[in-house]
């Protein structure tokens, strides 16, 4: 095995996020979860102490990082310093339009970092910030939400759905297979749909 990079890491800190969601979705109890909550945990530090090597950034960091960015996006609940505020009087509407406005300030300070070969106009607007690398269903579900509370329109034709989430299971499950059966990709398809989407709501790029 060779020297771990933040490269070589990334296909275990995916493996284990999905081991967490497993172990609550089939609720496998809370000594499954703390055991497969320590293994992300684990993921965390080692991509500190990578950074840390080459003087980039430390664990300690990453934490003051957070609890900056918590204090930043949840006015309504910590003062300035740090502190818990006595009351909290913002209504739920309140503090999503909130948390929307510091990201789209938090998008606007980092658009001048783009990730490599990206459109810099699609990590910006109301639906920037979705990371592309999701799952294209995951992916889908989160640029409608944003779409959803940002006000924008996304008309499309009806289309009929289970009552339930194991006969949508099912059904996507069929689409797949009929995908599959005709050569087509499904995943591809909607990472294409999304993409479609997503423009279709971004600002222009600057000239």
Aim: glycine share 8%; net charge negative.
């Amino acid at each position: 095995m060779g020297a771990l990079t933040h490269e070589s890491l990334v296909e275990y800190l995916l493996e284990e996020a999905y081991e967490v969601a497993e172990t609550i979705e089939t609720a496998a109890g809370d000594a499954e979860l703390k055991a497969e909550l320590g293994d992300v945990l684990l993921q965390v530090v080692l991509h500190a102490r990578l950074a840390q090597e080459r003087a980039a950034f430390d664990l300690d960091d990453v934490a003051r990082g957070l609890t900056a960015k918590m204090i930043r996006r949840n006015p309504h609940v910590f003062r300035p310093d740090g502190s818990l505020r006595e009351t909290f009087p913002a209504t739920v509407e309140e503090i999503v339009r909130k948390w929307d406005a510091v990201k789209r300030s938090e998008q606007v300070l980092h658009s001048g970092h783009p990730h490599s070969g990206a459109d810099p106009s699609l990590s910006r607007g109301p639906l920037g910030g979705v990371p592309a690398a999701l799952p294209a269903l995951a992916r889908a579900q989160k640029l409608l939400d944003r779409a959803e509370r940002a006000g924008l329109p996304a008309s499309f034709e009806p289309v009929g759905i289970p009552s339930t989430e194991e006969d949508l299971g099912d059904l996507l499950f069929a689409v797949a297979a009929a995908a599959s059966a005709r050569g087509l990709d499904a995943e591809r398809a909607l990472r294409g749909a999304n993409r479609r989407f997503q423009e279709s709501h971004s600002p222009p790029s600057s000239p």
